[in-house]
């Protein structure tokens, strides 16, 4: 199928027309920012194949612009996400689930952004009764808001309980909306997630009749900057994703920042991963904190973040953060809850200041989408899954194998029981 590119072709505007989900065209009837399902993403990788695109970790709006300025050039489908802990109700940022979508459609808007962008609230974390029962009113009132896809994260919880929080909660998502879900808390080197309970998990929900778009998993990385050379675990996330293979669900890579390029050149390419979770290394590059080609942060002979003078934030303002994050007490991924704080007085530098705040996440991103991620061109193939769909609902990939009768609740801790499972050390793994 050929496809005419840019804002005003012909397949374009049907996609405007047709591809925004009920939520999106009611919150802004007037707009032609072309924001889709995560299933619409997730279609378009599979489609060009050996492909992941970024999921970018919104937590300001520097990483915002500099994300959609990226995907534009590279002609590539994005997401923007933000998790939990960085966006929900215990926020540290000012970017968050309730706002996201409407930043994300006025800088769509403004710079003429004409590639599909889903809205992700990501790691939606669950760690026990209470959360799920305040997530039965949340996770509503976040699609409200202009989520189109969601990550439900009770994977601090054991694998039964895990699974029954999915059945709960899958229930509150729109059947157009993007699910994705996850099995092993992301640790790095500790409790590393096995193919059987990966299976447990998925084929649980599969005799449910629910069909989740991506699986993320502990596959041997971690949140926040690495800085050694523990990271993804290729053959494990192989293994993993060959043994879910006829569920046709596609891979969440988490902790992105880090790993080497080649590395994440090899999950896309070996793996059925679609999405690429980065959020530390876009936050530290639109601050102007000196990286390595992987997103390391750079600490100087103190163990201080090294600030380059010409890039990001004014020598000035990043002098006052420094100085506000000791009096915090805040060091090394700490760093992160200085988004909230500061985030207006950021906005509020001068435009070639915050021009070159999202430049520099835009040329990272852009290298990542184009020479990494395999993700050029993959704009138009997004397109083309809401018009051969005709539709913003893609429906699900799988189809139920399972048996219902052999996943009823007393089944599934049945099941749970015999599982081998290892879950690592307990820690706050947040995003």
């Not at 959020?279 to 103190?302: H, R």
């Not at 890039?311 to 988004?339: F, H, P, Q």
């Not at 996943?407 to 749970?416: F, G, N, Q, S």
């Amino acid at each position: 199928m050929s496809l005419n590119k840019g804002n005003g072709s012909k397949d374009f505007e049907k996609a405007l027309e047709i591809g925004r989900p009920p939520n999106i065209a009611q919150l802004f009837p007037n707009s032609r920012a072309l924001i889709v399902s995560g299933k619409v993403i997730d279609r378009a990788m599979m489609k060009k194949g050996k492909a992941m695109t970024i999921a970018a970790n919104g937590r300001n709006q520097f990483v915002i612009r500099g994300a959609l300025r990226a995907a534009q050039r590279a002609n590539a489908a994005i997401i923007i996400e933000i998790a939990k802990s960085e966006g929900g109700a215990n926020a540290y940022c000012a970017v968050n689930y309730w706002n996201m979508a409407r930043q994300v459609d006025a800088i769509i808007n403004e710079m003429g952004i004409t590639v599909p962008a889903a809205i992700h609230a990501d790691h939606y974390g669950i760690k026990g009764t209470q959360d799920v029962e305040a997530a039965k009113t949340e996770i509503p009132s976040m699609f409200d808001a202009g989520i189109t896809s969601v990550a439900i994260d009770a994977s601090h919880l054991p694998d039964e309980k895990n699974l029954l929080a999915n059945l709960t909660l899958s229930t509150y998502l729109p059947k157009w909306a993007g699910y994705e879900t996850e099995v092993g808390e992301i640790k790095g080197k500790e409790g590393l997630s096995t193919a059987k309970e990966a299976l447990f998990l998925i084929q649980g929900l599969n005799a449910h009749d629910i069909f989740p778009d991506w699986i993320a998993l502990n596959n041997g990385t971690t949140h926040g900057i690495e800085a050694s050379d523990a990271g993804i675990q290729v053959p494990l996330t192989i293994e993993i994703h060959n043994a879910l293979a006829k569920y046709n669900i596609s891979g969440a890579q988490h902790g992105t920042s880090g790993n080497s390029s080649e590395r994440l050149r090899e999950i896309a390419r070996q793996t059925r991963t679609t999405k690429a979770n980065v959020a530390t290394a876009l936050q530290m590059i639109s601050w102007g904190v000196k990286v390595n080609e992987y997103g390391n942060a750079l600490l100087d002979d103190n163990g201080e973040f090294v600030k380059v003078s010409d890039d990001g934030m004014t020598d000035e303002m990043w002098d006052a953060i420094v100085a506000y994050a000791k009096s915090e007490g805040l060091k090394g991924g700490s760093y992160k809850k200085l988004n909230l704080p500061f985030e207006n007085k950021l906005l509020g530098l001068p435009r070639d200041i915050r021009e070159r705040m999202a430049k520099g996440v835009e040329d990272f991103i852009y290298e990542l989408l184009t020479n990494v991620f395999n993700t050029r061109h993959t704009a138009p193939l997004a397109i083309e899954a809401i018009l051969d769909a005709g539709s913003y609902d893609l429906g699900p990939k799988g189809t139920r194998i399972e048996d219902p009768a052999d996943w009823t609740e007393v089944r599934i801790h049945e099941r749970a029981a015999k599982l081998d499972s290892d879950k690592g050390l307990a820690g706050d793994f947040d995003d």
